[in-house]
Structure formats: structure tokens, C-alpha cells
């Protein structure tokens, strides 16, 4: 009887602190909604919504009502901010006191997690400077040359498809084939020929580190919310064969080219010359960063690229005028396709940018409160120490209040006098502030070098496989369509 009695007081206790755990926002008298003791407010991104979605009606729902609203990450209260004007004191004024992203970072039993976006503090700030030389405008450029030939490789594997199929191809798969091959290149020197050879391992393998995780959401939860005791348990978020692969091509690679002494001028020539600098990096962290990079250069634009041509396909009027730009600059250019030609694609950048509003890449950037912080002119609004913090680009950049017909594909939202008019805190696509994407250059490279050789060679059209409107994929943080998308594709002669 005792113990019954114990085990129905020990439910009580636990009953009574949950429920006011998760009363913490109606005890500050700060919107919510009312949340999933186990999953928080993410539980219709489980069953009826897309994880974009949720976000989408959330901001939706709450954008009026004061600086940031509550929200719950399972079990954690976590800040959800409306206001422009905190975005810009979160991520540029006050960075200092919000400068770590909320993701897990296991380095010592998980060295693939020791990459630059997940770092904190020191680690990330020091890591920060040492990359930093590596992205200017010089560095760039120097990387054309190296992805001349996929390039070429990826029209003439068009071309060739479009025979095979009359036109109608699969977008997604084959700006992943071309991506993977330019940052293969790119980061590890290798010639991957995923355009030739869809399933190589290069590309599976990127497609697992990006998709897959150990234990699945339950892992992902873990980590998120108790990361400390994740630590002390040891838990991986890599799953084994991906942190072989990439751990062991990244050994091969340094240790050829270092005996042979081979350079290209690309990622892992930099990687190299600062593992061998004062205060050098370990093997570990090069493949880190070098981790990083390939899967920021393979997702990100393979994923601007797909959606960019999905606009186009059912803007005729866009893409005509974009091809027009093109061929013109290229005509002043004799045909040769370098880093100031790019320069000249002022109406592709539009494009390229609206885009990223439209299907940012991070739909909501993570940002951690280091210090209480207490918002100027909103008394009851305060953030404490520890506290996760949302900011849903996604949903701000489809905002009528800052663009007009948001959800209209207009590359004039970024036209010159538009970009003077808004308020810049509002394009929050590479990110803003310090902690901004440090390879946001490169990303534009490679989407403008994308764009021009296909709009030079092909028009783009929808066809009966297109899906309109897109629906995105439940249960996933990134904005994947349901089913992939389809285009007609037709040679220029």
C-alpha cells in the first residue's frame, strides 16, 4: 500500500511540474499556443503540416502581437520573433549576446559535428577568422577554372537526356548531379561524375549525411533539448558509414596531395595551408569544414537551382528576359563565362534572390540567448539566459507588409530601388550579422554559373508531371517538395 501511495504521489509531483512547465508563457502573459507535452508546438509538423507550414501559420497568427510570441521546442520554451527590429538586435546590435546557433556539436565523439555552424563561443569565433581569408572575392574567382568542366559536362548530359525522355526531366535529381560534382571538385579535388553515374557513392553518402540521422526524431530530440546530458552519454549524430567516408577521403586527399605536392586552388588546398599554419588544425577539423562545405555547396544549390527553374518554367515573360541579359553579357564577354561577367547578371541575381525569399534554404535561423536580455520599450518581454530563439525567414519573407504580393514570383522585389526602400533585416536568406553564411560568395557563384549555362542552352517549361501548387514533405526540417519536381526541357537552337 505504501508503495502505491509513494508511486501515485511521485505521478503527482510530476504531473504538477510539467503542467506548470508548460504554463511558463501564460504566466509571462506572452501569446502561445497551447503546446504537446512531448512535442511541443511541433506536433501538427508530425500528421497534418510541413514543418514550413507550421512556422508559416504560426507567424501568421502572431505577427501583431508584440516583439517575439512563445513557442515551445518540445519540451523547451523558445523565443518566436515578429519584430524586424529584434531580428536586428539579435543578430547584428546585441550579437554578442546571442552568437550561438542551436545545434549539436559532439566533438570529441563526433568530429563531423565540429564544423564551423554548429560551433559556440570561442571555438566558433576563432575557427570563424581563420576561414574568413578564404571566401573573398580573389579566392572565388580563383575556383571558376575548377568548375569549368562539370559545367560543361552538365549541358552536354542535357542534351543528351532530353533526347532519351522528349524534354521531360527530373529537375531535383539532376541539379543534385551537378552540384555534387562541383563540390566534390571543389572541396576534396575529385572527379565524382554523378552526371554520368547518378548512383555513385559520393552522392549517396551526401544524401545520407543530409537526410539521415542516428535514432531518427527521437535522436534529433534528445540532442536538441538536453545536450549536456547527450554529451555524457556520448550520443553521435553522424551515423557510422558517413563519418568513415568522409573522415577517410578527407585523410586520402590531404595525405596525396601532400606528398605529391599538388594544388588546385580550391577548398582543401586551404583547409591544408591552415592545418600546417601556426596553431594549425587537427585532421578532424579539416574534414569538418570540409564536411560543411560540400553539403552547403551540394543542398543549397541544388536546391536554388531546382526552385529557381520551377519559377521560370511557369514565368515565361522572367525567363525570356533573364536569357536576354544573359546572352548579352556574354556577347560583351566573347562568350567566356569569368567572374566579372557574373557581375553583369544584375537582373539573374534578382532572380536568384527572390528565390531565396520565396524557398530560403533555412526556413528558420537558431540563435541562443548567452545572457538575460531585456528588449528596450517592452518591460515584460524578456529573454533568459539558455533560451532557444526562432526566427522564421521563411515566414517574414512572405510578409505583405514588406512584399507586396509575397507570394508572387518577382524578381523586381530586388531590383535597386526596392532593395533602398525595405529595410535590409528582412532578407534573411544567407543569414545576417557575424554569424552570416560565410560561403555565401560561392553559393552565388555556382547558382549564377548554373542559371547562365542553362538559360544560354534551354528553355524551361511545365508539363503534366509539375506540381502546382507544391506541397512540402511532413516530418522533415528541410522545405522538400512531396513529389520532385518536373519540367519540360527544350534545346535553344
Known sequence: MTWILLTVLILLLAFHYLRRHFQY???????????????????SALTSKSLCQLFADYYEKYKLQGPFVGFYCFSQPTIFVVDPELIRRILITDFSKFNNHMMYCNEKDDPLTGQLFNLTGDRWRTMRQKLTPNFTSG???????IIRKPATEFVQVLEEEILKTNGILNIPDFMNRFTSDITGSCSFGLEI???????????????????QHRYGLLGYFVRLCFPKLSHRLHIKETLPEVERFFIDLVKDTVAYRENNSVRRNDFMDMLIDLKNGADGLS?????????LFMLAGYESTSSTLTYALYELAQNQEVQEKARH??????????????????RELVYLEQIM???LRLYPIGYVLTRQALEDYRIPDYPQHFIKK???????????????????????????????????????????????????????RFAKMQTLIGLSLLLRKFKFSICNLTPIPLVYKKRNFMNYPEKS???KVEKIE
Open 25 to 43: 508563457w501564460q504566466s509571462c502573459a506572452i501569446p502561445s499556443d497551447v503546446p504537446n507535452w512531448i512535442f511541443g508546438n511541433f506536433g
Open 139 to 145: 579566392k572565388i574567382k580563383a575556383m571558376i577554372p
Open 193 to 211: 561524375n554523378s552526371l554520368r553515374q547518378s548512383e555513385c557513392e559520393f552522392r549517396n553518402m551526401c544524401h545520407k549525411a543530409l537526410g
Open 283 to 291: 585532421l578532424k577539423e579539416v574534414a569538418a569544414q570540409a564536411f
Open 325 to 342: 541579359e544573359v546572352m548579352e553579357v556574354l556577347r560583351r564577354h566573347n562568350g567566356s563565362l569569368g567572374y566579372e561577367c557574373l
Open 353 to 355: 534572390q527572390e528565390t
Open 386 to 440: 539558455g533560451m532557444p530563439i526562432f526566427i522564421p525567414a521563411g515566414a517574414i519573407h512572405r510578409d505583405e507588409r514588406y512584399f507586396p504580393q509575397p507570394t508572387i514570383f518577382n524578381p523586381d522585389n530586388f531590383n535597386m530601388e526596392n532593395l533602398k526602400s525595405r529595410n535590409s533585416i528582412l532578407n534573411l536568406s544567407f543569414g545576417q550579422g557575424p554569424r552570416n553564411c560565410i560561403g555565401l
Open 485 to 487: 519536381i518536373y519540367l
